[in-house]
């Protein structure tokens, strides 16, 4: 085999922007799909849940995040639940639209990893929630807004912010 | 307007999709693990019959290939078919295609991996690559 038949690959390659939109489309349904059951007529009885829900989990909840669940959720979700809801809702949006995505996403990804602490391991069987936090790191890497989204209007006109 | 339509075009970092591509290839592998010892690892309808052992066989195998990235693509894909029989034994509905349930978001995953040659960064398919750049199946 001639030297000149060897391609290098380089360490760090890359793939075109258009990859990620299905990811990005996806995750915004998804995020607005589990924030369906939390607002409408549920948004009331909501905090409640949440606080219940936790309670039923805490065994098995990764340890060093149990004191924050019992000292700091459970006493203010009368605040705490309403402000998921609002911004799983907006999350959702942003996504779907590929507006301000890298914001978006990385807020996503900090949500689901507080979900994936409190419903513990173990993490290996099948689990949506690593998935949303390694997708959420991607497409806010990759800024997937730009691909087929509002925030390809946006990098055009102030291409120096980091949040599109 | 019109650059809208072609905005997919540039270019991101590959290294998040390797991210997405381990972790795909480890619940596989500890998804078939499981229920080759006899547990349920999927998200099925009540008392549903495990898969047979040839299904496991061929879920372990998706498992390690996406965990090394040697032949990611055509492991995702088949990683893809499997998700998909699992999803229509389970009675698919139009909403399961944005359920945030595990089902759905590891077969977009598959398909992310799919899609953007996760194999190629990290992972044995960029020696691959560099022998054969043009090859589909990874």
Known sequence: MSVESERIVPLFSRAPRWTLVLLRLYLGAAFLRAAANKIGENWRPWPGWMAGFIHSQLPHTVPFYRGFLTAV???????????VAC???????????GLATRGAAIIGAVLTLNYLLMKGGPFILPN????????????????????????????????RVPLW | MGFLLDSGADTIPRWPLAGLRIYGGLVFCGASLAELMGRQAWPVPPNA????????????????????GAVSR????????????RLIAAGLKPADLVSPGPNTAITILL?????????????VDRLLAARWPRNPLW
């Open chain 1, 73 to 83: 959720v459970v006493p203010h979700a009368g605040f705490l639940a309403p402000a």
């Open chain 2, 49 to 68: 019959a495990l898969d047979p052992p040839a299904v496991l066989v061929l879920e372990l195998l998706v498992g390690v290939a996406l965990v090394l």
């Open chain 1, 128 to 159: 949506n929630d690593p998935v949303f936090i390694l997708g959420g790191i991607a497409v806010c890497v990759g800024a997937a807004g730009r691909a087929y989204g509002l925030d390809a209007f946006l990098h055009r006109r102030f291409p």
């Open chain 1, 87 to 97: 911004a799983e809702v907006a999350v959702g949006c942003c996504l779907l639209l």
């Open chain 2, 111 to 123: 398909l992310t991996v799919m899609l953007g040659r996760a194999g190629r960064v990290w992972g």
């Open chain 2, 74 to 85: 055509a492991a995702a894909l088949i990683g893809v078919a499997l998700m998909a029989g």
